[in-house]
Nanobody, 115 residues
Framework: QVQLVESGGGSVQAGGSLRLSCAAS????????MGWYRQAPGKQRELVAV???????NYADSVKGRFTISRDSAKNTVYLQMNSLKPEDTAVYYC?????????WGQGTQVTVSS
């Protein structure tokens, strides 16, 4: 079992920045992959960024160059630094962790970007 607790969402104007945090209940090195997904109203949940146990990262094309995923192993926490935010980034952001054969999700945190 893995519990994920997200924080850091909020409202910001276009061009602004936010940092999301996801604290895991076990060592992040024991997790195959951790990542961030988002779901806007009326749309399917989509991948934003992932980081593997070895530290490799991958990003959605729509956020490349603006978002950065990172981790702090001492805190068992993964971060998503979001810069140059756009109104189309508005969504509920979910932390995800793959552990063994299961997927775990956080409760979600709202990010709202106004123009």
């Amino acid at each position: 079992q893995v519990q994920l607790v997200e924080s850091g969402g909020g409202s910001v104007q276009a061009g602004g920045s936010l940092r999301l945090s996801c604290a895991a209940s076990r060592s992040i090195f024991s997790l195959n992959v951790m990542g961030w997904y988002r779901q806007a109203p009326g749309k399917q949940r989509e991948l934003v960024a992932v980081i593997s146990g070895g530290g490799a990262t991958n990003y959605a094309d729509s956020v490349k160059g603006r978002f950065t995923i990172s981790r702090d192993s001492a805190k068992n926490t993964v971060y998503l630094q979001m810069n140059s935010l756009k109104p189309e980034d508005t969504a509920v952001y979910y932390c995800n962790a793959a552990y063994r054969i299961d997927n775990y999700w956080g409760q979600g945190t709202q990010v709202t970007v106004s123009s």
